[in-house]
């Protein structure tokens, strides 16, 4: 109450922002008479003046009244569109580094015109981050039209842009391009061994079209390239046919966390089928330390069967097993589910299992984007996850005032007992509208559900479109087709989001339909445009778009984006949400106390309550979920914090090391540091002769650098020190005479690079085992992600002395028989796999090891004893890099 006192007196912190930015909107509008006298060339030469004014010394911020002057007259010659005041005052918020939050038809595409144009004035690039292909080459060719007025360059990065072409790209003044595709690049990059086949340059500015879905949809699904590794179909075929004879009550499911624990029945039955399969020992047990690979594929599978169903969270095509984004209901290309989930699946699909990988490279959108020293975003919604994007990215959302006020009639939800009693209110809600040939959207959270609504509407004899993951190419022509009068169509969630439902129906789409590739006459277009005015009266006369809400979804987001698609500026519109008891979200999340109250009052399954309560209580449900989901990405992220700094200074030494030219100085202060390293470690300062351990120093030396050492009686360590530089000094400089001194040094480059690569792959697979098991630390009052920094950072600094020490030992025993392929050559991508879930790596438990065979050891860890019976480290033996 005090909130709303304070909002309606002070206003609100967008209110506050918005009127500090209106002289600066004064300032604009006061130019426009004077920019719009100019001609053509008068106008280009502008944006020459502005750079110049750039280099001379002045700010962004001196040039911005012009700059954002020309664009909107730019726009005006080129696209036939002036820009809103409330799109330039979008326009100030997205260069001040903020989130525009505008309503669904607002123009958010011709804002973000404004701020790309005068950021590109600087020359270091502008990149517009968009959820799709189809968007980025939409947008790119549509405001490019503004841009190369100006002489600006525009690119567009899509899917299949080929590799030869991205450093062009890049190398635009503005560019647009997905989300996957920005840090798939930047993943790659640092995956190459030659500074000039990098395509990123450094980052400048970014702005991401539907900020809330990239930034916090999607903030849980890391970018992952990653490798061959061991892997077992037959292991996950046999877990599954486990699975598949278990009984309800040897298992207990929890929803919420998706997460499954076997009951103590469940224990015993489970490790007999186990044993009887041979997957462990007959006197091991389940939960033995060798085992535990086993429950955990166990859980896996009990999962794919009992809680990821088809066509709701994913679906089967061309015999592969396709997620489907719980959010926009599209399929995600590319993204599998991570530690065996996803192998688990396809076992019980009965499709072809894919391999495993292992981690090559991985970075989560929250990091990724947190590099842009400069980022804004824009949506409809973002107020609702306002205090995350502030807290994690620094963003702050402002709400920018809609051009004409929304008139959309937004009524209670109604509330069902049964989802038969609901979907019988859906029809003749339906039936009712399209009788009088009103336009209606029927919003759907799953695959599922939007194919039973569609059969229940074809029994009835309704003409309607579907829209899902499944028919996803088809969106953006169906969705601009939804305000046509009688247009009936059902989209699970926000599929066709980008595309505005226009009233009447969209004119470019019907003309490029009716074309076929070929020019239509004249006439027979004004035709066309005439018969879509007439149809745009007809639906305002009968109320506008109505949009019908099956249910609710766990985010107000989502229902917001659904409901936004009506009442597009200033139309008239109509929204509905019908749920019942039996509802995901109120069966999971909180309906006991409505199902409670609905019973007091006697509720028969065809009747319906509608209550402004039922709407705030619903509300509140959501709002736990959220702040669940916020905790979790959160937590997720102080995780990743760390693997993020590791990961700077990681890629930091590759660029370093692709940027050196001569690795001679480098190598030999290693050496030194190496050997003082050993010296000290098996001759203690102050100590006797007798005590030094000469026979294990002679050993690590032959080890390392593979020649003979010893110490003569009465050496002082100063002397045994300075001979071992003398003697590792003469072994590179024989190698340097050999091999030649560019041969050499290209060796060395190689040995750096390939080194730090396969280390930090490792350390990677490390981490991700230790995060695994981090948090039962929590059982011992220890924090884990405490925990988690400490192993994490000691883990760290052992890659670092293990990776200098291989480093030396391959350069020093390096033999080169043939010449030297180009560096360009080890960036093939040919053996990588890119996902945007982690595919965790499992070694094949059914495989008998060969101590004489190495391809029958599987995945070793670097300090397990080695395969090979030598009672040596495995980093010691088989596993040097040599």
């Known amino acids: 109450m005090l909130k709303y006192i304070a909002r309606k007196v002070f206003g609100t912190r967008s209110e506050k922002i918005l009127k500090s930015l209106n002289p600066v909107l004064n300032k604009i509008n006061n130019f426009e008479k004077e920019i719009s006298a100019l001609s053509n060339d008068e106008l280009k030469a502008k944006t020459k003046e502005f750079k110049d004014r750039l280099k001379n010394g002045q700010a962004l911020d001196d040039i911005i009244v012009e700059a954002f002057a020309v664009v909107r007259e730019t726009a005006k010659r080129v696209l036939g569109e002036r820009h809103y005041d409330v799109q330039i005052l979008g326009g100030l918020v997205l260069h001040k580094g903020m989130i525009t939050e505008m309503k669904t038809g607002e123009g958010k595409t011709l804002v973000s015109s404004l701020p790309v144009y005068l950021n590109a004035l ?210 995600m290309d590319g993204r599998r589910y991570s530690e065996g989930l996803h192998q688990a699946i396809e076992a019980k699909e009965k499709v072809s299992i894919q391999d495993e990988n292992q981690t090559l490279a991985s970075i989560t959108f929250q990091n990724y984007f947190r590099m842009y020293p400069k980022l804004a975003g824009m949506t409809g919604t973002a107020m609702t996850e306002a205090q995350e994007l502030l807290s994690i990215y620094n963003l702050e959302v402002v709400q920018i005032p809609t051009n004409i006020p929304v008139t959309r009639i937004d009524e209670h939800d109604v509330i069902y007992k049964t989802e038969n009693a609901k979907n019988d209110a859906i029809l003749e809600e339906v039936k009712k509208a399209h009788d009088k040939l009103q336009p209606i959207l029927i919003g759907t959270i799953s695959i599922e559900k939007s194919e039973h609504i569609s059969k229940i509407l074809r029994k009835n004899g309704i003409k309607h479109n579907v829209l899902n993951a499944k028919l996803h190419e088809q969106e953006a022509d169906v969705i601009a087709q939804a305000g046509r009068p009688g247009a009936v169509t059902i989209a699970t969630n926000m599929a066709g989001r980008g595309t505005d439902i226009k009233l009447g129906g969209n004119e470019e789409v019907i003309i490029k339909a009716k074309s076929m590739g070929k020019i239509i006459p004249d006439p027979e277009v004004e035709l066309i445009k005439q018969q879509i005015q007439q149809d745009r009266k007809k639906v305002l006369e009968i109320g506008g778009l109505f949009v019908i809400g099956t249910e609710r979804h766990e985010s107000r987001r989502i229902d917001n984006q659904l409901r936004g698609r009506a009442g597009r500026q200033g139309d008239a519109g109509r929204t509905k949400f019908f749920l019942s008891l039996e509802d995901d979200l109120m069966r999971i999340f909180g309906s006991v106390k409505i199902g409670n109250f609905l019973g007091k009052l006697g509720l028969k399954d065809d009747e319906a309550i509608e209550h402004p309560w039922i709407n705030k209580s619903l509300e509140k449900a959501q709002q736990k979920v959220e702040s669940r989901n916020y905790e979790i990405r959160k937590n997720l992220l102080k995780f990743d914090d760390v693997m993020n700094e590791q990961r700077k200074v990681v890629y930091e030494q590759r660029i370093n090391i692709m940027r050196e030219e001569k690795f001679d100085d480098i190598i030999d202060e290693k050496v030194k540091v190496q050997n003082k390293y050993l010296i000290n470690k098996f001759i203690l300062d102050k100590s006797f002769e007798e005590e030094w351990e000469k026979k294990e120093i002679s050993h690590e030396i032959h080890r390392i650098y593979g020649v003979d050492f010893y110490i003569e009686e009465g050496q002082k360590k100063a002397e045994i020190l300075s001979k071992l530089n003398d003697l590792t000094a003469e072994i590179f400089q024989n190698k340097r005479k050999q091999f030649g001194d560019e041969v050499f040094n290209e060796a060395l480059k190689r040995i750096f690079l390939v080194t730090l690569d396969q280390f930090w792959k490792e350390h990677l697979h490390s981490l991700d085992r230790l995060k695994a098991g981090i948090n039962l630390r929590a059982y011992g009052q220890k924090d884990p992600l405490n925990e988690y920094k400490f192993e994490a950072f000691k883990l760290f600094e052992d890659m670092f002395l293990e990776l200098d020490e291989n480093i030396i030992c391959t350069s020093a025993k390096i033999q080169i028989s043939h010449e030297l392929s180009n560096l360009d050559e080890l960036d093939s991508m040919g053996n990588i796999h890119e996902s945007k879930k982690e595919v965790s790596s499992l070694i094949d438990n059914q495989k008998s090891t060969d101590p004489n065979n190495s391809n029958t050891w599987g995945k070793v860890a670097r300090n397990e004893p080695c395969p090979c019976g030598s009672n040596k480290k495995y980093k010691h033996c088989h596993g040097m890099l040599i």
């Open 122 to 331: 600087t020359g270091k690039g502008v990149h517009v981050v968009t959820v799709n292909d189809y968007l980025a080459k939409r947008d790119s060719e549509w405001m490019g039209k503004i841009y190369e007025f100006h002489n600006l360059s525009v690119g567009c990065l899509v899917n299949n842009t080929p590799e030869e072409e991205k450093k062009r790209v890049y190398e635009c003044d503005i560019v647009y391009g997905t989300n996957n595709e920005f840090g798939f690049d930047y993943l790659r990059d640092n995956l190459k061994h030659n500074i000039n086949s990098l395509v990123q340059r450094e980052f400048n500015f970014a702005i991401i079209d539907e900020v809330d879905s990239i930034l916090i949809d999607e903030a849980r699904t890391p970018l992952i390239i990653s490798g061959p590794s061991f892997s077992s179909p037959e292991l996950y075929i046999k877990i599954n046919n486990i699975a598949s004879l278990l009984y309800e009550d040897d298992y207990e499911l929890d929803e919420k966390s998706k997460s499954v624990l076997f009951t103590d029945k469940g224990n015993e039955r489970v490790e007999q089928l186990i044993k009887d399969l041979g997957l462990i020992k007959k006197d091991s047990s389940l939960y033995d330390i060798e085992s535990m690979d086993i429950v955990h594929h166990l859980n896996q599978a009990i999962k794919a069967h009992k809680i990821f169903k088809l066509d709701t969270d994913y679906i089967i095509k061309d015999g592969k097993v396709l997620i489907i984004d719980e959010f926009t209901g599209r399929i």
